[in-house]
């Protein structure tokens, strides 16, 4: 019966020290009005289709800046994209050309001129309880 508790009881604190907090601190938001909308991405998701996120919150902007934690995130390569949701309609706007009128950002402050960032050029590893900072334009 020891040798079963004990090797339970390994198995709970490798299990429990694989998922870890990812804080995402995001500034430059051009106001505090509407809510920012932050989503993390595996690699096997459609970064970044809103929608298709691993997880995904919505929260208030306060002085121009929004934080939000994901709990139990396990260990592995992820993405963060965020937009400034200004109107709250849920969605991010864009003009007749496709280009996002609403502030916007990735993780590693990643940006292309016409399109996305790659998953690889936003991605960040998970391995322990991070904050990363990511600058909306």
Known sequence: MNVF????????????STS?????????????????YIAIYRSTDDFPV???Q????????SGNVSQVVFSSIPSGSYAVAVYHDKNNNNVLDK????????????SNNARRTFSAPSFSEASV???KSKTINITVK
Not at 5 to 16: A, P, T
Not at 29 to 36: N, Q
Not at 54 to 61: E, S, V
Not at 95 to 106: H, K, M, Q, R, V
């Open 5 to 16: 508790l004990s090797l339970l009881s390994l198995i709970i604190l490798n299990y429990s």
């Open 20 to 36: 870890y907090d990812l804080t995402i601190h995001v500034k430059g938001f051009p106001s505090s009005k509407g809510e920012a």
């Open 50 to 52: 809103f929608g298709k």
């Open 54 to 61: 691993y997880k995904g919150k919505t929260t208030t902007i």
């Open 95 to 106: 003009n007749y050309l496709g280009i996002p009128t609403e502030a916007y950002g990735f």
């Open 125 to 127: 590893v998970v391995n």
